[in-house]
């Protein structure tokens, strides 16, 4: 009995190599017909042998499984593709957008990375955009983004806010140019954060630290902790940050119920600089569940296709600035200059205690000369050193050695 057993264990384990080595056989001469079929498709039909054009009719299925992920290769190169509407074009699509923002009921905005790229901040999907650079294997890098200001789009939207034609921004960026600019915390859902709060969630309700530095250096994904300490009771201090894979709970700055609130009572949606394709995912922002009758007007400003383009009213394709500074001359409103002095970053931060001045390498915003400084004591950190970690550093930084990881496996 031992001995039939043992047998059978042999005659199993054998089974399975060889069904094991059959699959790598018949795997290896698959890759051999992808790459004999698909040499062949990259030349002309005149220069094929007879012989080469046999193997085409031998492996069909072959042939038309690549044709498929050539189709599917240009779908994606023509979605990345920037596209600009000529002068003549823009101006009309502009007066359409006026008329649709001076008879909105209740006007939202929604932004992206592509408002604050005028800021020297590199957007996210766009041809040089840090996520399309890591696709095509090639290095990112880094950004400074202390010396960020608010745009123009920024302070188009602080204007149109005041003059009571935009109720709510909905904003995916993380560089705090809206709160900037001066547009009201009531007013702008943060929904991935802000790099300049930091807040204690061990009090109820979480208490908020306003920086006027970048708090995330010591943070990535899963690590928010700042390594500061609440000056009530002593808990440890994290920033706001959503990143790729987590899902943010806290009230402030995201103001998830804002948001929705304001998508709820929206007559029109204004989408600035964003690709829609983290927007597209939160229901709650899009009303899909009402008669389309009654969904809110759709107008995107992007460069690219978006996921949302074929629902549009009106897709504009032009950069933030041209189109904002055209939309308020439609308007016949005046674009405010972002005043430093006036930077609402001053009057909200809380200064460092004594202790903890050290706590960061941060490049802090100073206020123009003459007005007093309530930041901490910077000496020595007046050369700006480039942003490694945090929101933007890190996460670009885990997407290079994935992919590099990917790279050496292959």
Not at 216 to 227: M, P, V
Request: glycine fraction near 6%; charged fraction near 30%.
């Amino acid at each position: 009995m031992d001995e039939d057993a043992g047998t059978g264990g042999s005659s199993s384990r054998a089974e399975k190599k060889a069904l094991q080595r059959a699959k790598i056989l018949q795997r290896e001469s698959e890759q051999g017909i992808f790459k004999l079929v698909a040499r062949i498709l990259k030349k002309a039909e005149a220069e094929r042998s007879e012989e080469e054009a046999a193997a085409l009719l031998r492996h069909r299925d072959t042939v038309e499984e690549l044709c498929r992920r050539q189709v599917r290769r240009n779908v994606l190169k023509r979605k990345q593709e920037e596209v600009f509407d000529d002068a003549e074009e823009l101006k009309n699509k502009v007066s359409q957008l006026a008329e649709a923002v001076k008879h909105a009921q209740h006007l939202v905005v929604y932004t992206g990375a592509g408002i604050s790229t005028a800021a020297s901040i590199p957007d996210y999907r766009g041809p040089n955009g840090v996520w399309t650079q890591l696709q095509k294997g090639r290095a990112v890098s880094a950004s400074d983004l202390s010396k960020a200001e608010p745009t123009l789009t920024h302070m188009c939207i602080r204007m149109l806010h005041k003059e009571k034609l935009v109720q709510h921004v909905v904003s995916q960026n993380c560089d705090g140019l809206h709160l900037r600019s001066g547009l009201p915390r009531h007013a702008l859902s943060e929904l991935h954060g802000n790099m300049f709060i930091e807040v204690c969630t061990s009090c109820s309700p979480a208490r908020e630290y306003v920086r006027s530095f970048d708090v995330t250096e010591r943070t990535s994904l899963h690590r928010h902790g700042t390594g500061r300490s609440c000056t009530h009771c002593g808990g440890e201090l994290r920033d706001t940050i959503v990143h790729f894979g987590e899902r943010g709970t806290l009230e402030q700055p995201l103001n998830w119920k804002g948001a929705a609130e304001a998508a709820k009572m929206a007559d029109v949606i204004l989408c600035l600089g964003s690709s829609l394709k983290v927007l597209k995912k939160y229901a709650c922002l899009w009303c899909m569940n009402r008669p389309v009758s009654k969904r809110p007007k759709l107008y995107i400003i992007n460069l690219q296709w978006t996921p949302k383009d074929d629902l549009a009213t009106l897709k504009i394709h032009g950069k933030c600035d041209d189109v904002m500074r055209l939309l308020m001359e439609e308007l016949n409103m005046q674009i405010p200059d972002y005043d430093k002095a006036e930077d609402p970053i001053f009057s909200l931060a809380t200064p460092l205690r004594p202790e903890e001045e050290s706590s960061h390498t941060r490049e802090v915003i100073a206020p123009p000369a003459g007005q007093e400084d309530h930041s901490p004591d910077t000496q020595g950190q007046t050369e700006a050193t480039a942003v490694q970690g945090g929101w933007f550093g890190r996460g670009y930084s885990k997407g290079r050695k994935k992919k590099q990881k990917k790279k050496n496996e292959v």
